[in-house]
């Protein structure tokens, strides 16, 4: 339908997550309708992304130094842990929590044969005694591999005399009770808090 660049063009942007043909294709025609130098930015943009950002050596989030910022200036008795770097964007936010992260980089998923030794819990450990760990915080997501990694890890740090904490699940705030499922409906009442 379109030239060979344009199609390209439009093939590259549908790989990206939740971008469909329509979408690949208003993205493709804002970069040919506008000047160069902002196309030549944005490809510069990519470029320089791939070129200077790495894995954090303790935490793996995403960064230009071997050592991310939060990991050089975060209290690193506590840690908390999440599946992807994008995760720590979304904690990060709360602006409450002074303490390091840990990025598994996966769940423990046995359908997707995906087991304790294929995401980051080994290196986990190796910081427990490092570091001087009093707490972690499970910051996984609240489903069925999760709530299982969840488990396992925790399993594994009892024994080493670590405060293991999950994050409380229920109801959100501004949402009605009705819409809510059993299993959050659940969760909630079993955490309640006394106010």
Known sequence: MFDEPIEKLI???????????????????????????????????????????????????????????????????????????????????????????????????PLENRGPNDIKIKELLARIGQDKVEEVIMATNPDVEGDATAMYISKLLKPLGVKVTRLAQGIAMGSDIEFADEVTLERALEQRKEI
């Open 11 to 109: 093939e590259y942007f549908r790989q990206l997550p939740g971008v469909g043909k329509k979408t690949a294709q208003r993205y493709a025609f804002y970069i040919i309708e506008n000047s160069k130098e902002k196309a030549d930015n944005f490809a510069n943009a990519i470029k320089e992304v791939k070129d200077k950002v790495k894995l954090c050596t303790v935490c793996g989030n995403y960064s230009t130094t071997d050592v991310c910022p939060i990991c050089q200036k975060r209290n690193r008795k506590i840690i908390c842990v999440v599946q992807e770097p994008k995760d720590i964007i979304s904690m990060e936010k709360v602006k409450s929590f002074d303490g390091v992260y840990h990025v598994l980089f996966g769940t423990i998923s």
